[in-house]
Nanobody
Framework: QVQLVESGGGLVQYGGSLRLSCAAS????????TGWFRQAPGKEREFVASINSSGGRTFYADSVKGRFTISRDNAKNMVYLQMNSLKPEDTAVYYC?????????????????????WGQGTQVTVSS
C-alpha cells in the first residue's frame, strides 16, 4: 500500500496563497498519476487537480483553473499544489491522492473512483 502524507494547510486571508505538499512512499511513485481533491463540510469530495506520472500533463477543475497549479518531483516522491487568489469557497479539507493508472486524465474524468490511495487530509480555511 502507498502512504501519502500532506502538509502545508492552514489559515489564509481572502486573495492569499498557500502551497500544499504531499510525500509518497510504498509504491513506485513515478509510475502513477497523482492528484488533489477537496471536501467541504456537508459536501461530497470533489476533484481539484491531477498530473500524469511524468509530470508533463495537468488537469484542473473549472473552479480552480488559472488559480491553482499542480506539480511533482519524482526524484523526491513529492507532489505539490500551489493555490493563489484563494476564495472563501476554497475552504475545505484537501486530500492528496494516487491514481490507479499513469494518466492524470483518468483522475480528472472519473474522480474518486480512479483513486488507489488517499492521504489523511489537511485543512485549508480562507477567511472573508
Amino acid at each position: 500500500q502507498v502512504q501519502l502524507v500532506e502538509s502545508g494547510g492552514g489559515l489564509v486571508q481572502y486573495g492569499g496563497s498557500l502551497r500544499l505538499s504531499c510525500a509518497a512512499s510504498g509504491r513506485t511513485f513515478s509510475s502513477y498519476a497523482t492528484g488533489w481533491f477537496r471536501q467541504a463540510p456537508g459536501k461530497e469530495r470533489e476533484f481539484v487537480a491531477s498530473i500524469n506520472s511524468s509530470g508533463g500533463r495537468t488537469f484542473y477543475a473549472d473552479s480552480v483553473k488559472g488559480r491553482f497549479t499542480i506539480s511533482r518531483d519524482n526524484a523526491k516522491n513529492m507532489v505539490y499544489l500551489q493555490m493563489n487568489s484563494l476564495k472563501p469557497e476554497d475552504t475545505a479539507v484537501y486530500y492528496c491522492a494516487m491514481g490507479i493508472t499513469h494518466l492524470g486524465s483518468t483522475l480528472s474524468a472519473r474522480g474518486s473512483s480512479a483513486v488507489d490511495s488517499w492521504g489523511q487530509g489537511t485543512q485549508v480555511t480562507v477567511s472573508s
